[in-house]
């Protein structure tokens, strides 16, 4: 279940917490100390939080027309980048006007929880994103990445965080992520160099502290640690879910990966404070044919 949570009793890995903003924080495109705390704090003990309704549901749209119809281009190729199990599809939003918007990729609210969370200088590497198409598979238990440093005995503080803006409410029925709260903070959580989680070590997890479900409605935001234990579930409607993925790392990480954007696009990011590592591009069809079908270990990932 999820809630909208009241910041002065942060508590509890049974339900998801919600944060609303206040009518001053939407003034100033600022959170106050109190919910910043109350984000920090959630996404340190629970593993994530969700910012309810701060992006304009007309972006949201708008992405949406142009997304069905690029999932239909990426549909038709030899190899759809299926992750893990067919249906989980790596889509890409469009990286050129008319659909750049600062409240999707440079949202102040959340870019001040990632600067809180991981430190000044977090930045951006990723605008990507999974749609979970009609009849899609369960997919395995997984992280998107382990701890910074192997062997250690008590957990680490994040180093990235996954920010996930659903286009439209996200439901059980069209396949909403599931979340084990609390699971970031367990050590050696992978199996090998494999980011699925051991079956052994995931049926004991569940005895204690079970999976929930990542219902988002249109315009909340979703920011989770990126060792979070999670996986696509199956959608059972007639409509895509198309999810946009950001993942803001901590200022010490290697900058590997740059989002590559329309010079007019950069041009528009630039004037944003942006937390963004954004290159240009001449190639704008990069982002509809760049992901291939994936079931692959740790080493690699974004």
């Not at 001053?24 to 959170?31: I, N, P």
């Not at 030899?78 to 067919?86: G, K, L, R, S, T």
């Not at 192997?150 to 059980?172: C, F, R, W, Y």
């Amino acid at each position: 279940p999820s809630r909208v949570y009241l910041c002065s009793s942060v508590t509890a890995l049974d339900f998801m917490i919600t944060l609303e903003l206040t009518s001053k924080e939407r003034e100033d495109s600022a959170l106050s100390a109190t919910t910043l705390d109350c984000a920090e704090k959630a996404i340190r003990e629970d593993g994530f939080v969700v910012l309810r309704d701060v992006v304009s549901h007309e972006h949201l749209d708008a992405l949406w027309d142009k997304m069905l119809e690029d999932i239909a281009t990426i549909l038709a190729l030899p190899e759809p980048p299926h992750q893990f199990v067919y249906g989980n599809v790596q889509q890409d939003p469009p990286p050129l006007p008319p659909y750049i918007f600062q409240d999707v990729i440079e949202n102040p609210w959340v870019n001040q929880i990632s600067r809180r969370v991981l430190g000044e200088g977090a930045y951006n590497h990723a605008y990507s994103g999974n749609t979970n198409i009609p009849g899609s598979q369960l997919q395995p238990v997984h992280v998107d990445n382990g701890d910074l440093w192997p062997g250690m005995t008590s957990p680490q503080p994040a180093q990235h965080l996954v920010v996930n803006i659903p286009l439209k409410d996200v439901t059980e029925e069209n396949g909403s992520i599931e979340l084990w709260p609390g699971s970031h903070l367990l050590m050696s959580n992978v199996q090998g160099e494999d980011i699925k989680v051991d079956p052994d070590t995931l049926a004991a997890r569940k005895e204690t502290v079970p999976p929930i479900r990542g219902n988002t409605e249109r315009g909340s935001v979703l920011i989770r640690d990126m060792r979070a234990w999670h996986r696509g579930t199956p959608n059972e409607t007639d409509d895509p879910r198309f999810m946009i993925a950001l993942v803001h790392s901590a200022f010490f990480m290697r900058h590997t990966r740059q989002p590559a954007f329309s010079q007019d696009a950069c041009a528009a990011l630039a004037e944003m404070n942006p937390l963004t590592d954004f290159r240009s591009t001449d190639d704008l069809t990069h982002y509809l044919t760049r992901h291939k079908s994936y079931d692959y270990p740790t080493q690699g990932i974004i």
